[in-house]
Nanobody, 124 residues
Framework: QVQLMESGGGSVQAGGSLTLACTAS????????MGWFRQAPGKEREGVAA????????HYADSVKDRFTITRDNAKDTIYLQMNNLQPEDSATYYC?????????????????WGQGLQVSVSS
């Protein structure tokens, strides 16, 4: 069993930045892909970004591309989500998740492990 421990988050004004971090308690094939999903009140959970363990670059939702950057430190089994130019519509609970290599990164049903969630609030 793998635990995902999230940190970061908080409240910022529009245009501000935040960094989220997620550390897996151990590596296993089901943590090859790690990513972030978010869910705003009254909305469905959606994919934000994900990165594979040997990838140079991450995958992004169109809504965050060019504003968010996902990186990975394999030695620490940790991913980071640098969020710049945050907007009120980015406000949500952000969840870290991990899955194996196969399948589309946005397919939530493929993710075996999930974190508890972090709150990100952006005021206008």
């Amino acid at each position: 069993q793998v635990q995902l421990m999230e940190s970061g988050g908080g409240s910022v004004q529009a245009g501000g930045s935040l960094t989220l971090a997620c550390t897996a308690s151990k590596w296993e094939p089901s943590t090859v892909c790690m990513g972030w999903f978010r869910q705003a009140p009254g909305k469905e959970r959606e994919g934000v970004a994900a990165i594979y363990s040997r990838a140079v670059a991450g995958h992004y939702a169109d809504s965050v591309k060019d504003r968010f950057t996902i990186t990975r430190d394999n030695a620490k089994d940790t991913i980071y989500l640098q969020m710049n130019n945050l907007q009120p519509e980015d406000s949500a609970t952000y969840y870290c998740a991990a899955k194996g290599y196969d399948g589309n990164w946005e397919n939530q049903s493929l993710y075996r492990y999930w974190g508890q969630g972090l709150q990100v609030s952006v005021s206008s």
